[in-house]
């Protein structure tokens, strides 16, 4: 039986105002429900380790989701972040820091994180996906047309790999590139399919 054909009698909430996400997602098969809008202060401990932070932050989303789920909800909670030589790269701030953020990136290597928390009534479970992306040498005319023509300033590192920069500037990639993109749907699928078999049966 297929992933979407196990889940038809749960409801999955994906708690994300990523439009990248919602596409992922939807892209699979799952129906889902989109969650409201809801508050949650995406800081933080200082001496986390910069591959920790995304599952860090998408754990926090969830605990954060004010509403009770149901016996037979999974909300789904996520967060991306970029490191470079060890430094969290979130979303910029504006442009100056977006420019700053992609002249960082030009000529080097960086690591993606996607964290991904999955939660139901009684259980929650957190994992990351991992991918290394390589940026050729980008000219401060190519950086400052991203900037100016496409919006870099709700993405982590300042870039989104399926956008004009991703064609023109990325040399290699190793790992998901959809977990690029903000969600790493094949381990999400995989994670989901065992996260419903470790459910208690009386929600089968």
């Not at 409201?36 to 401990?45: D, L, V």
């Not at 420019?99 to 139901?120: D, Q, Y």
Request: some cysteine; charged content about 25%; hydrophobic content about 40%.
């Amino acid at each position: 039986m297929l992933l979407h054909e196990k889940l038809k009698d749960f409801r999955v909430i994906l708690a994300s105002a990523s439009p990248r996400r919602r596409e992922l997602l939807s892209a699979t098969g799952i129906e889902y429900t989109l969650a409201s809008k809801f508050e949650c202060e995406e800081r933080y401990p200082a001496s986390l380790d910069g591959l920790e932070v995304a599952s860090y932050l998408s754990a926090l989303k969830s605990r954060s989701y004010p509403n009770a789920l149901n016996y037979n909800d999974i909300l789904i909670t996520a967060d991306t972040v970029v490191v470079l030589d060890g430094k969290v790269l979130g979303k910029p701030q504006d442009e100056a820091e977006a420019r700053a953020m992609l002249a960082n990136l030009s000529g080097s290597e960086h690591i993606v994180v996607t964290g991904v928390t999955l939660r139901s009534a009684e259980r929650l479970h957190t994992f990351s996906s991992e991918s290394v992306v390589r940026f050729a040498e980008l000219t401060a005319e190519q950086i400052e047309y991203y900037v100016q023509n496409f919006r870099p300033m709700d993405k982590a590192g300042a870039y989104g790999i399926q956008e004009w920069i991703g064609y023109v500037g990325i040399e290699g990639i190793e790992g998901s590139f959809y977990n690029v993109m903000g969600l790493p749907v094949q381990r999400l699928c995989r994670e989901l399919e065992c996260f419903i078999e470790m459910l208690p049966s009386c929600y089968m």
